[in-house]
């Protein structure tokens, strides 16, 4: 689950840059959740975007409304459009609110140790955090008065927290963003993460000027806190070879996955 989560949260970090035609080569670092450092390439073309990686490729074709996840690794793939991935992921949510609500109720009736566990996993449940809807307002987005030169670029830094998840984004504001785009990207998106502090986070990316070349998401709590930073060491703004917008020839076609196998406490 926290895995889809990190996905998703890329989907969302990546919207605000999807204007221009662009190459992003990215530093990933994970702190918490036990994946090593990873590069990936970012292509934006026009409605579509390319998250490349030694071992997945995830296609966003916000023209088309639809999603691709290619596993590498597997050889295969699955496609589906937006509408249907964020109903899923509701369900996901959905469910694991259920099983909140039942182990609440449950907790008055166990002995100490028994309690002590279930109210550690819903820490893990949580780490989300809970504290949002879908109808809650973002969180809001300030300059922290920081600047730096990432990838020839000078940014600046914004900083925007609610509950336990918080980001910060250096931008570049010299690369510049058509009006309405970055809105049109994160409709696209924002329901992913419906009733979730990070998804209310994420949105307050879209009313900045830029494209974000560092970006820090944290969200959890105690010692389920997780972190993930995607820092560009290249840029260059030109056309994206097409074959990055394509699954590779000879890949199967599946099924999305099912997202609705969670953990279950010890």
Not at 69 to 89: L, N
């Amino acid at each position: 689950m926290r895995r889809l989560w990190i996905v998703m949260c890329a989907v969302l970090l990546a919207t605000p840059a999807a204007a221009l035609d662009l190459i992003i080569r990215q530093r990933v670092t994970h702190v918490g959740v036990g994946t090593p450092p990873e590069d990936s390439t970012q292509y934006w073309s026009g409605g579509k975007m390319a998250v490349d990686s030694k071992e997945m490729r995830l296609i966003m074709d916000l023209e088309g409304d639809r999603v691709t996840f290619v596993d590498k690794a597997a050889k295969t793939y699955y496609r589906e459009s937006f509408v249907a991935m964020r109903e899923r992921v509701r369900g996901v949510r959905g469910h694991m609110d259920k099983m909140r609500k039942q182990l609440e109720q449950q907790m008055a009736q166990m002995p100490p140790e028994a309690r002590a566990r279930a109210q550690q996993y819903l820490g893990k449940m949580g780490s989300g955090g809970d504290g949002g809807t879908a109808s809650s307002p973002p969180a809001e987005l300030k300059p922290t008065g920081k600047t730096e030169r990432i990838a020839g670029y000078d940014t600046t830094e914004f900083a925007a927290r609610r509950g336990e998840s918080s980001v910060t984004a250096w931008v570049a504001e010299s690369l510049r963003l058509p009006p309405g785009y970055a809105e049109k990207a994160l409709a696209a998106t924002k329901d992913l993460g419906e009733g979730w502090d990070m998804a209310r986070v994420m949105e307050t990316l879209a009313t900045v000027k830029g494209v974000p070349l560092r970006t820090t998401i944290d969200w959890g709590t105690g010692m389920e806190r997780t972190s993930t930073t995607t820092e560009a060491v290249d840029v260059r703004q030109e056309t994206p070879p097409a074959a990055v917008f394509e699954v590779p020839a000879g890949f199967e076609k599946i099924e999305p996955p099912q997202l609705d196998l969670l953990e279950k406490p010890e």
